[in-house]
């Protein structure tokens, strides 16, 4: 009977326990705007990633402030609405032809000019725009 007891005590303590670091364990987790500050973060990462990959800094410079073969990418939300951005990155020549500022842009850079990324795939070029957008 003893044993019993014991038993009992001992399963009750444990519960205790569990309660108490399952408790703690809430406490811990970091505030919703914690959670989306690191999914910007991820998000800035995988754009970083796709920039260098694909060789946009080759043109446009590694910290995208711009070189000798392409402008700097600082500062185009003051340009660019999301949409057009997506087309341009698939297709600058079809956006190009439309838009006297990228025109004497592409002459300044003659005879190098913006090429097509049609091997990007949307999901790729959504993060490039998103970021680019905001810097
Ligand atoms: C071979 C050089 C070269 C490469 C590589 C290149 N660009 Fe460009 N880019 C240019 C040039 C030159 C222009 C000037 C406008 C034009 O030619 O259409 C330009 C223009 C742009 C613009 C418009 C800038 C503005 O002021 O509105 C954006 C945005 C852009 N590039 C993004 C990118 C991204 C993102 C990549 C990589 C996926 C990339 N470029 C790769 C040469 C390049």
């Known amino acids: 009977m003893a044993n019993w007891k014991i038993f009992v005590a001992l399963v009750s303590m444990l519960a205790a326990a569990a309660a108490a670091f399952v408790y703690q364990q809430k406490q811990r987790e970091p505030a919703s705007s914690g959670i989306s500050e690191t999914k910007v973060r991820v ?3 995988k754009a970083e990633q796709i920039y260098q990959e694909w060789g946009c800094g080759t043109c446009h410079g590694e ?16 340009h660019w609405r999301r949409e057009t951005l997506l087309r341009y990155l698939k297709d600058p020549v079809s956006v190009r032809t439309a838009d006297e500022r990228l025109q004497q842009l592409s002459k300044r850079y003659y005879p190098i000019s913006m090429p097509a990324f049609d091997g990007l795939d949307e999901a790729q070029i959504e993060t490039l ?7």
């Open 43 to 45: 998000e800035a990462n």
């Open 63 to 78: 910290r995208a402030a711009g070189g000798p073969q392409g402008p700097s990418l600082l500062g185009l939300s003051a």
């Open 129 to 135: 725009a998103d970021y680019l957008l905001k810097r």
